[in-house]
């Protein structure tokens, strides 16, 4: 693996060293030591690409192209502000609404009996003749069983909830379905992120395939895997939503961008969601 | 009162005496600055925590003045030295004269 980024991490700090008589890592963990969520839960942040995915040989967490401090911020519940979203969504969990009288928990008890569920999704829903991404399902989850309202796509609540079941799947690796029903879908999120758009004529593949780990200005491309989210952005000091990071990226290409929760959005999810095929679940993340 | 204002601290269960334990403490808070406009143009008024404080058995810890700059959910972590059985108590104290509290014991072995 001569493209990940804890090499250079090294070499960077190598040269601080020389100058700044060391210190800064004092108590830094080492950058290279392993994503371990709470002393417990061993987080997969590389892996082998899967089959379907030509263009790389080996798949990287967005974790592992951020800073050692941001990296910290992970090995522990209390130390990620992450969390501050998955203890709400808790609440919110046991807190009856709409004209059924019932809660999340009235059918799914504890949250945890939901573990495992964010690795799937997107996934194909039969009664629905759709592919539908989490938050889709918690929203067919409020408005068929509940008789509650459905929340906007991106709202805080949504991506809080989608927080917690990803909570409550770390460490799983995820292994989203790509043939069967979900195939046309799936075909059409790769060509979408294939096909160069906007002013800039930029495809994702440009970045997140051709340049991850290298500076756009001064940030570090990641591969673009969305297995962290959602991702608790130290800029925002909030919960990003993947739809809303996707928003950001096709901005970013100077292009008119689809809007949240949209089917284009949904392609592209369950086909950026394949190529993590085998990292584990890890949101909430916390990135910058 | 701001919304969704939830302490939490981390503190170890127990500690040998005279042993330097460290204390974790996050409050979830907006901290809005008093600087930013709404989409009318107008100022959205100051509302942060002001005064965190941590005492021990009585004893302050520690006394921090938070000023404006200070991002959402502030996290703090500092160390004390635990000569004694007792109780840390912390305090956070927000502009509007909300006062939020939590205490934690550690026992001496």
Redesign the interface.
Known sequence: MTKQVTSKVLIALGFAASTLAIATSAHATDPTEPLVVNGEIEIVTHTAAPAHLEGLKTIQSGWEFRTPETQDLQRDDFDNPGMIGVDNAREAWNTVEGTAEKSCASCHEAPESLAGVRAVYPKWNDKAEEVRTLEMQINGCRTENMGAEALDYTDNKMTEMVALLSAVSRGMPVNVAIDGPAQAMWEKGKEMYYTRTGQLELSCANCHEDNYDNLIRADHLSQGMINGFPAYRLGDAKLIAVHTRFKGCVRDTRAETYKPGSPEFVALELYVASRGNGLSVEGPSVRN | MAN?V?P?V?VPKSASAGETVTL?T?I?HPMESGQRKDKEGNLIPRSIINRFTCEFNGQMVIDVTMEPAI???P?FEFDATVAEAGEFKFTWYDDDGSVYEDKKPIAVS
Request: glycine share 0%.
């Open positions: 969704d939830r939490r981390k974790k996050l979830s991002s959402t959910n996290y």
